[in-house]
């Protein structure tokens, strides 16, 4: 008191205050410090500040000062502002000041665990013309709130609105400035070559983690009409997300499949969500991943239940992420096919020389040694030569045909499955030669192709790797093994042989 029995003024206090509240960039750091200033300058035992969200009209968040963490543990749920006191800041952002809180009707007491509370002091908070959220005061230290206490709070409100404004600026741009980062790792990694499976995941992690969600999904259409994660990152085991589909027909489906995102506020209760994953997720996003008209997946960032929903900032900037995503999977899928159709081109050229030049050279090599072959057999050359040019001729004509084998294997697309019944026993081959330490030789003969249908050929595959098996269960005593698939007028028919001691030859049929 000064020496006219009045209390000393407080704007040395509300100026200190103003300097303390404009201090901070960090947006969270600024919000608390607004509300514990707010509550040391009018004297109040108990202040809270809650987020608005424009959209639902109700709290977000809610900053509390003069609370313990054990009392806040007792309170457990925060309010949302859909009801009491509270409710009426948000519905009717006026300042309300009242001596006893619980003898307004409009009041709905106190949570359970909650200290007792008697006055109250409101005000909102305002970005430009914007109700950011509203400051609560409770219980005055000395006698209800004044006019005084009013009027000051009124003043650090329009002040709060300015440094939390700001804030928000800082935190956007360095929000903008990690999404635009993340985005650019991922186009990166994307063009350096990954397979479908490490891109997706690619996506999948670093969209987690700029969201701040619990899991980052990625889910692509299927051929029923709906759509499957196809890739997962959480904290901890995705193993249960991978594989769940969302049914045909969904109404979540419906507009991802337009090219619209969905937007959720909590994903365990709202009606569109269908799959069994749903109940341990709240807020979440699901965007459509798209380039040029064309939908290839949807990207989903769910956070945990009651965690805060997603701002409209992070909205736009995951939507901004999920289309530079998408196009970096299109131009890296644009990138395998040319390097693809590169390998294809390769192996279409050696192809064509193996049976230009190669194969002519050696057909020609063939008539020559079968003609000296001739002439010898009418002269007075011994027996040992002839038998040694037939043999020869025998070996050229092996070589021959493994030689064109080899064209046929370089004209198969080299990861996709074969189309023929060639490709498959040279497919059947070529996986056992990882265990035979040695690639088979393979022969055809005939019309193979024409005449292997389905049954045929699975049964003729079977035996062929049953004999593979024989000959690797053989070793080491075995070092080769001939396959000869012949086609002809009395069918289809194998024969494999290896060079054991003793030889082994299985036939089929």
Do not use: C
């Not at 960039?25 to 108990?46: F, K, N, W």
């Not at 999404?179 to 350096?192: F, K, M, S």
């Not at 051929?223 to 995705?238: K, L, N, Q």
């Not at 593979?468 to 000869?484: D, S």
């Amino acid at each position: 008191m000064d020496d006219d029995g009045q209390a000393p003024p407080r704007l040395p206090a509300l100026l200190e205050a103003v300097l303390g509240v404009g201090s901070e960039l960090e947006l969270r750091a600024t919000l608390q410090h607004i509300v514990d200033t707010a509550t040391a300058l009018t004297t109040a035992r108990y202040g809270a500040l809650g987020v608005v969200d424009p959209e639902r009209r109700r709290i977000t968040e809610l900053f509390t000062s003069g609370m313990t963490d054990e009392e806040r543990q007792r309170i457990g749920r925060l309010p949302d502002g859909r009801t009491g006191l509270l409710g009426v800041l948000v519905q009717d952002p006026q300042p309300l000041r009242l001596d006893d809180l619980s003898a307004d009707p409009r009041s709905s007491g106190v949570p359970e665990g909650h200290p007792p509370m008697r006055s109250f002091l409101g005000v909102p908070i305002r970005v430009h013309t914007e109700v950011f959220g509203n400051l609560y005061l409770t219980d005055k230290r000395a006698g209800p709130f004044t006019d005084e206490d009013l009027a000051l709070l009124r003043v650090l409100a329009s002040q709060a609105g300015i440094a939390i404004g700001n804030a928000r600026l800082y935190e956007t741009a360095r929000q903008r400035e990690r999404w635009i980062e993340g985005a650019a790792a991922v186009t990166t990694a994307l063009l350096a070559g990954e397979p479908a499976e490490d891109a997706l995941m690619a996506v999948a992690e670093r969209a987690r983690l700029l969201a701040g969600a619990s899991a980052g999904v990625v889910l692509q259409p299927t051929r029923e009409g709906g759509m499957e994660i196809v890739a997962a990152s959480t904290s901890d085991d995705p193993g249960d997300l991978i594989g769940t589909t969302i049914a045909p027909g969904s109404p979540v489906l419906v507009q991802l499949l337009g090219g619209e995102p969905v937007f959720i506020e909590d994903s365990a209760t709202d009606p569109r969500m269908t799959t069994h994953v749903r109940s341990r997720f709240g807020p979440s996003m699901m965007l459509p991943l798209q380039s040029g008209g064309k939908l290839i997946g949807t990207l989903a960032l769910p956070r945990r239940r009651g965690d805060r929903p997603y701002s409209a900032v992070d909205r736009l900037l995951a939507s901004q992420f999920a289309s530079q995503a998408a196009l970096a999977l299109v131009l890296a899928d644009a990138q395998h096919d040319r390097e693809r159709l590169a390998v294809y081109e390769d192996r279409d050229r050696i192809a064509r020389d193996l049976h230009d030049l190669v194969v002519q050279r050696l057909f020609a090599t063939e008539m020559m040694l079968e003609s000296t072959r001739r002439r010898a057999a009418g002269s007075s050359a011994g027996r040992g030569e002839d038998e040694l040019i037939g043999r020869a001729v025998d070996e050229l004509d092996s070589t021959i045909q493994e030689v064109r084998t080899a064209i046929f294997a370089l004209q198969q697309p080299p990861a996709d499955a074969p189309a023929s019944f060639r490709g498959r026993v040279l497919r059947e081959t070529g996986g056992a030669a990882a265990l035979l330490g040695f690639q088979p030789s393979v022969h055809f003969a005939g019309a193979v192709d024409a005449l292997a249908d389905d049954t045929t050929g699975d049964r003729l595959l079977a035996a062929l790797r049953g004999a593979l098996a024989a000959a690797h269960r053989r070793q080491p005593r075995v070092g080769a093994v001939t396959v000869e698939v012949t086609a002809d007028d009395r069918g289809l028919r194998l024969r494999v042989e290896d060079d054991g001691d003793p030889p082994a030859v299985v036939t089929w049929p």
